[in-house]
């Protein structure tokens, strides 16, 4: 391991390695980052601490070039950067998200072939050695390996391959976000370890965490941040615990908590659950009482978020749920709320927020029945609700109608908390009511919350803060492994025996363990799609030859793959869209403009020289319409449903002005070189086939497959890993035009003559190959064998339909019977094998 | 420079941003018809408008259920199937001898039950929604060839009636259309399941920690999609004469084209089913305008692909320049 980094001279030590002066960043409606400056010494572990939304992570963002700052510089070994994040790299800084910047459709091989730097990257041939290596480095008993799909790991596994990755790349700055967070104590061990090899050879490496211990343990000076503004920095043994606790909230903090609820052993249950279970948890039976506020806690992942979200109808749970005495059933969240059950989620962003829309909106979607006249929504009482909200819960918003994505975290959760209070809920279930928001706010939070249970409510709430938990909670219940092993009540509410009887309660982290049929994840595989097309390819021409002898015929096999061959032509051009995840729907008129085009310099009597002109200005035509394509999604934002859908139209205007009827018969020549045959087989199949298997080759083995994969699986992943979003874009539009223009020559010997409005079938036909041939809409899934296969099921069936003798509805029923049926296996087979 | 930024951000609402989003289009309307009378007064005659407004409504008709479906993050592309099911099947049951409500209400129960299809398939099984409509499509092309056997069938003569009946000097089918915007709009926009339907929209996590069923509203999308196809099908049908097994083909991108000159986004819960109803007013206008000007079919279309770039063009120009000086 040492003589890994011995190239790293020790005369780094000491200089600045990574500077950033007086930056600035800007978001929509906050300032995250205020004039912070911060530098980071060669042979130092440098702490970087503060709140949840102090700007730690927007802090390193900028440095590694995925965010650009809005004022100030940046500097890494004295060289400027800014939102560049592959020059960052290529300047030695490696960093470690909290959230794994990870590619989920690739491997982990592949992951970490993207992530190098460009003179460490190895051949792709190499690519899996190397990323065993790298993987063995941290530790040689891993459970998984190098051939795995991202999207089959556990949220760990995930955390590794993104540490071994950022080793690898022999950083001279490694920044850790909240490194500990997924790791279990032994590779909290390792990593530190790794960090003291790292340090010793003369790198730096930049720890972001919230935890104090930690930082303490691992770093030489600190730096805090607190709401986007820097608190100076320190060398770690001038401060003790309470100073730095000062430094990040501000002052010496009061009590923020307050008044709890007294006696409540008389009050009536107000929510009872007797032996509910459901993922993640099992049996748990509790009594909670009127103006209660009961606290559950655990390490993450033993049961008490997965039990809350399924008393909120989120989850599947089973079980008796009485609320008032009453019986309920908890199986939507439609259900729970009708019981009277409220839930203010932990992940606002996500699922707390309707982000787009106004404050109005986002409080009254909860309680809309209040405001409601005879069936109408009643503005005027609306607003009036909302005003009386947002004034009581002290929100503070430029005005109702303001999209709630523009407020602060504080203010958006008062809001939500105050709609969901707004719906006169009897029990409220609260997902980390705090998380993100500012230190002034969060005494507010809890003093509403008082409040709301004084008022009657009953309150359960998960947190990860024991301190939160053991000053807001009249009773706290420990959950461990999905069941309820401590309850603590009354005075023995401190946040000393809570942090106790958690750490006690488990003395392991909870592995996250799922066995997965064989079936589902090989069917999740690359290679399962163009195998179960194969098959049915064979039973269904078993079945028709069985029928009818003329199936087995050199004629109807010469006429059915000339039709596959165009077919699979334009699908893999539509397979290059897909890939980034995205569509085009012009490449059937595409085609037709071929054929268009085509038919000027195709004449009965062309030389050669027109017929080479001929097929440059066909080729030229497409890509034309390529670059349109790329212009209309990129450059006017365009979604690319509707960019295409304009030049689907536009491009038929184009060939209906150069030929407004039929014209121009496709002269011998074209029949001669693209119809030629091998005894009964059409050359284009042969093309097609090669083809298939070369641009497979191509998007497997080499670095540019590599990275289109990579692009439609995650796009900000692919961009953070150097992945250019515009060159990947344009290569895939022009590539889908190119192919589309390829399949225009066939076209136009089984159309004969510029006829405008050929081709346009193609659009969904190709679509539908794609399809049928493993790729998926969401991008990232997909291969060229797989759009072969799916081209040739196509035809198959319809030659199928006629042999049987079926009417031609049955060719329509068994084509869409086919895409859903190979799709609902394909996405079933994708979610089984996926970790969540 | 932080007294400069925090100004900008608290000025007055700009132009754009007054007229809004589903604002442009009406203006859009507006000028087109001042522009028709100009350099087209043929295309604005009583007559031509009276044999416009009917295709008008139709296609308002079928750019409601897009709308509908694609403020759930959805598209349907069965939708020329749904369109020439339903005037197959009002036809085919009044051909039996069904009294025509209960030829209609068949009709309808065939686009509503091709929507639950999709809608199930989509929420249930999580198949891409272009996927699954495109295969539901290809179904429902073949159910429709397997009951017209090829040919087309002749619509009920009260339907002929009413799909060419005028009332006031205006055809029965542009009412028809306005009251069923009004109403669609009425629910999307007024009332408790309304709101909820745009609240699974914009973000079905949230919608579903706020105690909705998200999945009823995303199915519901496509039922309701569903019985819009349906509803132009028969206008159709009665309008032509005859169901035939080709008659929603020209629907289909016509109708999303619609939604996206209407200014309804693509990202799901918000949307306009009134600015989508205008939209096929002004889509079908401006093609009469071009061919009564004497242009090609060929310009029709390059008229009608420039519209979409130029309505989606408008509206994103402006927030894009917000977006880049964010960015830098």
New interface residues.
């Given amino acids: 391991m040492t003589e890994h980094f011995s190239s790293i001279s020790a005369g780094m030590a000491g200089k600045a390695m990574l500077q950033l002066n007086s930056v600035t960043r800007d978001f929509p409606g906050v300032r995250a980052l205020d004039a912070v400056s911060f530098t980071v010494l060669g042979g130092e572990v440098h702490g970087l601490i503060g709140e949840n939304g102090a700007g730690k992570s927007t802090l390193m963002a900028i440095a590694s070039g995925a965010l650009a700052p809005t004022d100030g510089q940046v500097f890494i070994s004295g060289k400027p950067i800014k939102g560049d994040p592959d020059g960052a790299r290529e300047l030695g800084l490696a960093i470690v998200h909290q959230e794994p910047a990870l590619m989920p459709d690739l491997t982990v091989a592949e992951n970490i072939f993207l992530g190098m730097p460009h003179k460490l990257r190895p051949q792709v041939s190499g690519m899996a050695a190397f990323a065993r290596q790298a993987l063995d480095r941290w530790n040689p008993d891993l459970s998984f390996g190098p051939e795995d799909v991202v999207s089959s790991l556990n949220p760990e596994q995930r955390f590794i391959t993104e540490i071994a990755k950022a080793l690898a790349a022999q950083p001279r700055i490694l920044v850790l976000d909240e490194p500990t967070e997924h790791l279990g104590a032994e590779d909290v061990r390792r990593l530190f370890a790794r960090i003291r090899e790292l340090t010793a050879g003369g790198a730096s490496v930049v720890y972001i965490s919230h935890r104090i211990r930690e930082v303490r343990e691992i770093a030489e000076r600190v730096t805090v941040l607190r709401d986007g503004q820097g608190q100076g920095t320190y060398p770690m043994d001038t401060l003790d615990e309470g100073r730095i606790i000062e430094l990040i909230v501000g002052s010496a903090i009061e009590h923020p908590f307050p008044e709890k609820g007294g006696n409540l052993v008389d009050a009536k249950p107000v929510l009872m659950v007797r032996n509910f279970s459901g993922d993640g948890f099992r049996d748990v039976s509790m009594a909670v009482r009127h103006g209660e506020i009961l606290g559950l806690a655990g390490i993450d992942a033993n049961g008490q978020r997965e039990f809350l979200r399924a008393l909120a109808g989120r989850n599947a749970g089973s079980g008796n749920v009485e609320v008032n005495g009453k019986a309920v059933s908890v199986a939507s969240p439609g259900q729970a709320r009708k019981a009277g059950i409220g839930f203010l989620p932990g992940d606002r962003h996500h699922e707390g927020i309707l982000a787009d829309l106004s404050v109005r909106e986002n409080f009254s979607i909860r309680s809309t029945e209040t405001d409601t006249v005879s069936g109408l929504v009643s503005e005027q009482r609306e607003r009036s609700r909302v005003r009386d909200a947002v004034a009581g819960y002290n929100v503070k918003t430029p005005s109702i109608e303001t999209p709630i994505r523009s407020l602060s975290g504080g203010n958006q959760q008062k809001l939500i908390l105050s709609s969901v209070v707004g719906a006169e809920p009897a029990v409220m279930l609260i997902d980390e009511p705090t998380q993100g928001v500012d230190i002034g706010a969060r005494a507010e939070i809890y003093r509403i919350l008082r409040e709301i249970a004084n008022n009657g409510t009953t309150i359960i709430v998960v947190s990860s803060d024991a301190a939160e938990i053991a000053g807001l909670c009249d009773r706290v219940m420990v959950f461990s492994r999905g069941q309820i092993v401590r309850e603590l009540k009354g005075d023995d509410v401190v946040e000393n025996n809570i942090t106790e009887a958690v750490l006690t309660s488990t003395t392991e982290r909870h592995r996250y363990e799922k066995s997965i049929g064989w079936f589902w994840k090989w069917a999740a595989g690359h290679w399962a799609p163009i195998v179960l097309v194969g098959l049915a390819i064979l039973a269904v021409g078993a079945y028709a030859s069985s029928i009818s002898p003329f199936y087995l015929s050199a004629r109807n096999f010469s006429g059915m793959l000339a039709l596959v061959g165009t077919l699979a032509l334009v699908a893999y051009g539509q397979q290059f869209v897909l890939l980034i995840g995205e569509i085009d729907l012009s490449v059937g008129p595409v085609m037709g403009l071929g054929v268009v085009v085509g038919s000027f310099f195709f004449l009965q009597d062309a030389g050669p020289a027109m017929a080479l002109l001929g097929i440059v200005m066909v080729l030229a035509a497409a890509l034309g319409v390529g670059f349109l394509n790329f212009l209309l999604t990129e450059k006017l934002g365009m979604h690319a449903m509707v960019a295409t859908l304009a030049t689907f139209i536009a491009v038929q205007a184009v060939s209906l002005t150069l030929r407004p009827q039929p014209d121009g018969l496709i002269g011998p020549g074209v029949y001669n070189v693209v119809g030629a045959k091998i005894g009964f087989v059409p050359v284009l199949i042969f093309v097609a086939v090669a083809l298939a298997l070369f641009l497979e080759f191509g998007l497997l083995r080499t670095g540019a497959g590599i990275a289109l994969r990579g692009f439609g699986s995650r796009r900000e992943s692919a961009r953070v890993a150097g992945i250019s979003p515009f060159r990947t874009r344009l290569a895939a539009y022009l590539l889908c035009s190119f192919f589309a223009g390829l399949a225009a020559f066939p076209l136009m010997i089984q159309v004969g003559i510029g006829d405008p409005k050929s081709g346009i079938n193609y659009t969904l036909a190709s679509i539908a190959a794609v399809v049928i041939g493993g790729a998926s809409l969401a991008g990232g899934r997909g291969t060229f064998l797989g759009a072969l296969f799916g081209a040739l099921m196509l035809n198959q069936v319809n030659v199928v339909a006629t042999f049987l003798r079926l009417s031609d509805a049955w060719t329509f029923y068994l084509q869409g019977i086919m895409i859903l049926l190979g799709v609902a296996i394909y996405s079933h087979s994708r979610r089984m094998a996926a970790s969540h | ?2 007294d400069l ?1 925090s100004r900008t ?2 000025k007055m609402p700009s132009l754009t941003e007054r007229i809004g989003e589903y604002g442009w289009i009406w203006i859009g309307t507006v000028l087109l018809f001042l522009i028709s009378w100009v350099v087209a007064p043929g295309s604005v005659s009583k007559g031509a408008l009276l044999s416009m407004l009917p295709f008008a409504g139709m296609l308002g008709i079928v750019a409601v259920g897009h709308t509908l479906v694609i403020q759930q993050r959805g ?1 349907d ?1 069965s939708a020329a199937g749904s369109i020439a099911l339903g005037g197959m099947l009002v036809s085919m049951l009044s051909a039996w001898g069904w009294p025509l409500y209960l030829a209609v209400l068949g009709g309808l129960a065939g686009g509503m039950l091709a929507g639950l299809c999709n809608g199930l ?1 989509v929420t249930r ?4 929604p ?3 409509t ?6 429902l ?3 429709v ?2 009951i017209s ?2 040919t087309p069938i002749a619509a009920p003569q009260a339907l002929k009636e009413f799909a060419t009946q005028r009332v006031a000097g205006l055809p029965y089918s542009l009412l028809l259309a306005v009251l069923f915007i009004v109403v669609v709009a ?1 629910i999307t926009r ?3 399941h309304g ?2 339907f ?2 699974v929209g ?2 079905p ?10 999945e ?1 509203y995303q199915v519901g999308a496509y039922v309701a999609a569903g019985l819009s196809f349906s509803v132009a099908g028969m206008l159709f049908a009665g309008y032509i004469g005859n169901a035939s097994h080709t008659a929603g083909a020209d629907y289909l ?1 016509p109708g ?2 619609a939604v ?1 000159v209407g200014g309804t986004p ?2 799901g ?2 949307g306009s089913v009134v600015a989508s109803g205008i939209a096929a007013l002004f889509m079908t206008q401006l093609g009469q305008m071009v061919l009564s000007m004497g242009a ?7 008229v ?3 519209a ?2 130029l309505a ?2 408008l509206r ?2 402006d927030f ?1 320049m917000f977006r880049m000086k ?3």
Avoid at chain 2, 125 to 128: G, H, K, N, Q, V
């Fill in positions: 420079m932080s930024t951000r608290e598209l592309m398939l099984l999580s198949i891409t272009i996927v699954t495109l295969a539901m499509g290809a179904v092309t073949g159910l060839r397997q056997h090829g009425t007024r009332t408790i709101r909820r745009v609240a914009v973000n996590e949230t919608a579903a920690s706020a105690g909705i069923d998200a009823r991108l999303i084209a996206v693509f990202t819960g918000r090609s079919n060929a310009v029709q279309l390059f009608q692909a420039l979409i770039v989606v063009g994103t120009a894009s964010s960015a830098r």
